[in-house]
């Protein structure tokens, strides 16, 4: 078999292989879920589920980062098998794709586990209001200044995301922030001449807390919209 056809055909089972070892630890804890007895799983419901997936969402990132790179150093065993039958000259460009193919990979991977675990973003229509939201004016052109919020946990922190949007409805920016109902944090937002500002209380007390989001919004913040992972 020629090697350009030998190196798709690993492409391919390599890509089918990755596929399945990333899949089988959610699908190993799915079927321990449905182990579990039925009262069980009503008694802690949906809201237990999901709050205890935000509390843990950093060691989970840490375990999918870990068996990610498990996944990538079998991958990439697995071409550079059929990499070293190729004559010399070519190898350098099976490795070039070999190693831009695993970072699109990675890239997918990354944005499934981060959509996977992003909280819940609701009542945007209250946090709006409640926080100091809503229709703006900057140089000229109008903007709506939306806040939606995940509801607020045992520590009356609540995470907050506030999105921007131009008179056409286009999404210009996003931030993402915690409020401390009742803590020593401002929680309204503040508005000046070519900024609004947040204050986000998941920084610590010796941290700066206050952040701001350029009015009209920057380019880089169109871009962090439109390309996951940025935002």
């Known amino acids: 078999m020629p090697v350009a056809r030998a190196y798709f055909t690993q492409l391919l089972l390599s890509t089918l292989h990755a596929a399945l070892l990333l899949c ?73 794709t070999t190693l831009l193919y695993m970072l699109v990979m990675s890239y997918g991977v990354a944005i499934a586990v981060a959509t996977a675990t992003r909280p819940h973003y609701q009542q945007c229509a209250m946090y709006t209001e409640k926080l100091n939201g809503g229709q703006r004016h900057y140089r000229g052109e109008h ?24 008179e056409q409805g286009r999404w210009r920016a996003v931030r993402y922030f915690t409020v401390h109902w009742g803590g020593p944090y401002p929680q309204l937002l503040d508005y000046a001449r070519d900024h609004l500002a947040y204050f986000d209380a998941s920084e610590g007390e010796d941290e700066d807390f206050v952040k701001v989001v350029p009015m009209p919004p920057t380019l880089a913040d169109w871009l962090s919209t439109h390309i996951p992972l940025l935002d």
């Open 143 to 166: 903007f709506m200044v939306e806040l939606c919020g995940t509801g607020s946990n045992a520590d009356r922190r609540d995470h907050i995301r506030l999105r921007i949007f131009d």
């Open 24 to 96: 089988l630890p959610p699908m190993a804890a799915g079927a321990t879920l449905l182990l579990l007895p039925y009262e069980l799983l009503q008694q802690w419901g949906w809201n237990h589920w999901h709050s205890a997936l935000q509390q843990h969402r950093e060691t989970l990132y840490w375990l999918a980062a870990m068996l990610m790179a498990a996944t990538l150093a079998w991958f990439y065993y697995g071409m550079g098998r059929i990499i070293v039958l190729a004559k010399p000259r070519w190898r350098p460009a099976y490795q070039t």
